[in-house]
């Protein structure tokens, strides 16, 4: 029934540790899930109220604008402005998405053809391969390694590769190897891109969430990066607003003007009283972007603790809400936790080959939470 590329799809492995975990929660077993990445907290109280203002307005049950509404883009531009000294053009250089998914799934129509080549760091998020699937590209996957910081290593891409690759997706703060990247790793990104004519797309949702007083960089601050790339950004991780579904991709106006194109195709915009929360988020006040930061490194020092309490070597997180840690077998590893401890991991290997080696820990749940699983894990410390 179903056609041949859904064979190629990947949601198979976290289908399986959504049954385990099932089958423990019938069992009666009081599950601890440090699987997914989306923020316990909730949206902040004057996000919700700009929705509920905007909802009351008949003037926004209608279509949006397909690119966002101008107030929406000039708010991102003012954000981008504040935070990181870059302001792209709310006109051309900035676009309203359904959440960066939006835009990682589908820039790969505008850019790829069938056969061409795709760059995405293994481990990974797993829509660069879906999107590159769709567009009947074909992934090469660029391995990031601890001995680099999980940095890809552009040189060892071999050259045959890097002339036939017509996009490259990466991202920094780094979900799942929580890796931090510098000015200096953008700068070689755009000259690759620049030799070997190459669409970036840098994926940045967790550039707010950062510790230890870490602020993360935008590509597009990088020299030269708005002529060879866009940036997509979200405010799901930021202002916990996974649900609502509002990002925003910005960078060089050829590339926003091709995703946007294939974008006028298949949706039809974002509800404007999203927008208008969303615009006070970026714009009013951000110490709740402050506190939210402050209760996951809180969440972050008890776990890592625990863990090296236990015998586990593990290196604390700069950035992004998770705890990326070695283990023998990934798989095995996750399935011990949840069938002997009550925990659910998510195993290394659900973000491609390279993960192999590596389990995930969210920090999405109470601090309680975490020490109670920390306590558990005694039964299967090494
Ligand atoms: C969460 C996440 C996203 C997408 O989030 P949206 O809710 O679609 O904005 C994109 N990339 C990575 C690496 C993520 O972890």
Known sequence: MYAARMGDLPPYLFARIDEM???QIARGVDVIDLGVGDPDLPTPPHVVDALCRAARDPHNHHYPSYAGMKEFREAVAIWYSRRFGVSPDP??????LMGSKDGIAHIAEAFVNPGDIVLAASPGYPVYRTGTLFAQGKLHGMPLFEEHGFLPVLEDIPRAVAERARLMFFNYPNNPTTAIADQKFFIEVVEFAREHDIVVVHDNPYSEVAYDGYQAPSFLSTDGAGEVGVEMHSLSKTYNMTGWRIGMACGNADIIAGLSRVKTNVDSGVFNAVQYAAISALLGPQDCVRESCAVYQARRDTLVKGLRELGYAVTSPKATFYVWMGVEDSMQFATAMLE??????????????EGEGYVRFALTRPIERIQEAVGRMRVLAP
């Open 21 to 23: 975990k099932a089958r």
């Open 91 to 96: 006109d051309k250089e900035v676009l309203a």
């Open 340 to 353: 002997k401890a009550g925990i659910v991991v998510t195993p290394g290997t659900g973000f491609g080959p």
